[in-house]
């Protein structure tokens, strides 16, 4: 700060210290080290600035007595100067005694004393000097009203809003041009301070609450002669609007320097920055991804609270460890920290997150780094997404590949198999046929001609068309999620046995001993007797199709209370135990396509267990190689509100019974 003869304010005091007339010496307070001593002291001791500098009070200057030397130093900071005399040990060897006048003064919070030494000599010759002294005062009033104005412009030009209070009174001396513009209005010096704490906080309740804690620290102030720790409030201006402002003040003897930092705009924009970082916070939480932030040596500094869920640790056990401790593979995690600092990123690097529980978690790793203001990376952002259901889908995608591509190795053998079993009947019909041209046109003899033999074979094959073009519609409409079931209150008993005789004509032809046999006469239950007929004749037809001759077949039902088994057991050639879980498949075919002893789609037993589900039923197989095979099927007991017709009975109800074993039988050549 400068006056406006472009001289420092601390120069120009220095230099009114200096040249002063009097013999000054400053002394600190504490510990009587002499800190200072003017050009009238050093002549007046005989030495050099910088030696009495070196000296303590006590070295070159005695009291008579000592406790009155003490009892100046221990003075109140507002006392008023004291006055004693002291012996003063020359330069030369010689002592002089003087009058001195100790002023106390606090700077920055330190205390210090003004010793002011009056020569004898001048002593007894100012009463012959009192003219001179008069002008010489006047001079210095003269410099003390330039200091002052100097001061005062120092104030004026300051870039902070000021005022100037007198005492605990605080009685307004001065406000600078920038208070006044900043508050809109301006005060009469020496006027009262209590009409502008009116006028800054209208708030009664807000404005006691602000004078009480700013007069306790006023008084600190002033009895430490020190400054007053920054209070931050908010200002009402004249306009009416609030302004936020930081107060501070320096207490100097009475008079109190006070300054007002205008912080509304600083404020607007932390809240904006702590909005912003509020709202950037709120987006990491929300992130279903861990994310962290490391420095260069890989110590993490910040988490999200996904991390915390990931690790199994709080956000407080993770910060200030290594990142590096957190995955199974140490090597490549620390390679991936190397790779984001040396390159500033990197992608999807795949590596195991630890749980503290001991789980792991696949996971991809991103990271880039972050830079300061000067373009300096600070450090680096990590973020980790889960994959395991990611690897769970691509896993159950590849396995889906496989069904799919399975399923098409089966539909291609299907279409084989189709197109064997379509052949195989359109081949004996169509010879049939040439048969009987040829017959006819070299006979005239149609007794000749085996009619019967070759109209049965064309039958049968009829037959074996229909059934499978009858399965093709039934698993089209299992599939396709068409098929409809008519439930009727059925004793099944007596339907299951009546299935069960019927086919006996079919089991004599490979002389296969066929029994039934139940633990209960009647079981009236609401089932479909249509789809229960289906069921059974197919479990028959494949228990005569591959028991050998001599074989035998055991039909039981038992009686659960909760619900019916039926079982349909043989001596056949059974089913190896890897292909148990794939006969119910559709297409699917235990003998290989090209060697097939037994002709058949494959798609029977697939219906077999459609119609069974649909009952809410369960089938479930046991078979051993050579032994045979037995076909478990278990019903829960329901039934329907409607009354039992007791003369229901499958073949008196239904048209043409025995085509209809024919068509079901006729993969079986009598």
């Known amino acids: 700060m400068r006056t406006d003869n472009n001289i420092p304010i601390d120069s120009f005091y220095e230099q009114l210290f200096e040249n002063s007339n009097d013999i000054q010496v400053i002394v600190d307070g504490e510990n009587g080290q002499i800190v200072n001593a003017n050009k009238r002291a050093c002549e007046f001791y005989g030495y050099p600035k910088e030696k009495i500098k070196k000296f303590k009070i006590h070295d070159i200057s005695k009291a008579k007595n000592l406790e009155e030397i003490g009892h100046v130093f221990k003075q109140p900071l507002n006392c008023k100067s004291n006055e004693i005399y002291l012996t003063h040990k020359l330069e030369n060897g010689s002592k002089e005694e003087a009058k001195v006048t100790f002023s106390k003064m606090c700077i920055n919070e330190k205390i210090y004393f003004n010793m002011i030494i009056l020569d004898i000599v001048e002593d007894n010759n100012i009463k012959g000097k009192e003219n001179n002294t008069e002008i010489e005062l006047d001079d210095y009033e003269e410099k003390l009203k330039k200091v002052e104005v100097d001061y005062r412009k120092m104030l004026e030009h300051l ?8 005492g605990i009174e605080q009685n307004m001396l001065y406000q600078n041009p920038l208070f006044i513009e900043f508050f809109g209005h301006a005060f009469q010096e020496s006027s009262d301070i209590t009409e502008w704490w009116r006028m800054a906080y209208p708030d009664t309740e807000y404005r006691e609450l602000v004078l009480g804690e700013w007069n306790a620290r006023l008084s600190e102030a002033i009895k430490n002669q020190s400054k007053i720790e920054p209070m931050e409030v908010n200002l009402t201006i004249k306009d009416g609007s609030i302004k936020q402002v930081c107060v501070h003040a320096t207490v100097v003897d009475d008079m109190n320097f006070i300054t007002f930092i205008d912080m509304t705009e600083r404020k607007k924009a932390e809240d904006a920055i702590r909005l912003i970082n509020s709202y950037n916070r709120s987006l990491i939480e929300t992130s279903l991804d ?16 996904t991390t915390e869920k990931a690790t199994g640790y709080s956000r407080e056990e993770l910060i200030g460890t290594y990142i590096f401790n957190y995955f199974t593979n140490l090597e490549k995690s620390k390679d991936a920290h190397k790779q984001v600092f040396k390159n500033g990123i990197i992608q999807e690097c795949e590596l195991e997150l630890k749980h503290k529980d001991g789980h792991v978690t696949t996971v991809i790793c991103n990271g880039a780094v972050y830079k300061d203001e000067c373009g300096q990376v600070e450090g680096a952002f990590v973020s980790a997404r889960d994959i395991n259901e990611r690897k769970m889908r691509e896993s159950e995608l590849e396995r889906q590949k496989s069904a799919a591509e399975e399923a098409n190795v089966l539909k291609s053998e299907f279409l084989a198999n189709m197109s064997h079993e379509l052949r195989t009947p359109v081949n004996v019909i169509f010879s049939a046929i040439q048969l009987f041209e040829l017959y006819f046109k070299k006979s005239s003899d149609t007794n000749s001609l085996n009619c019967d033999k070759h109209l049965k074979a064309m039958k049968q094959n009829c037959h074996r068309l229909l059934r499978l073009i009858n399965n093709l519609i039934d698993i089209t409409k299992i599939g396709a999620g068409f098929m409809e079931l008519q439930l009727k209150n059925v004793n099944v008993v007596s339907i299951v046995e009546e299935i069960t005789l019927s086919v006996g004509e079919y089991a004599n032809v490979k002389d296969i001993y066929v029994q039934f046999d139940t633990e209960v006469e009647e079981k009236i239950m609401a089932l ?9 004749l197919n479990l028959l037809s494949n228990a005569i199709k591959f028991t050998s001759k001599n074989g035998k077949i055991f039909v039981n039902i038992y009686d659960r209370g909760t619900s019916v088994v039926i079982s349909v057991k043989d001596t056949g050639i059974g089913i190896p135990q890897d292909k148990i879980n794939e006969i119910f498949e559709r297409f699917i075919q235990v003998e290989n396509t090209m060697v097939r002893t037994n002709e058949g789609s494959g798609i029977g037993l697939s219906i077999v267990k459609s119609f069974v589900e649909i009952q809410g039923g369960t089938i479930n197989v046991l078979s051993e190689v050579g032994l045979g095979s037995e076909f478990i099927i278990e ?5 329907l509100s409607e009354e039992y017709h007791e003369d229901y009975n499958i073949i008196d109800n239904k048209q043409n019974y025995a085509e209809v074993l024919n068509i079901e039988f006729s993969d079986i050549y009598k």
């Open 159 to 166: 870039p902070v809003a000021v005022i100037v209070s007198l």
């Open 290 to 305: 861990v994310l962290m932030t490391i420095d260069s040596q890989g110590s993490i500094r910040d988490v999200n609270s």
């Open 528 to 536: 479909d007797p249509d789809k229960l007929e289906r069921i059974f």
């Open 635 to 639: 019903f829960p007991v329901n039934v």
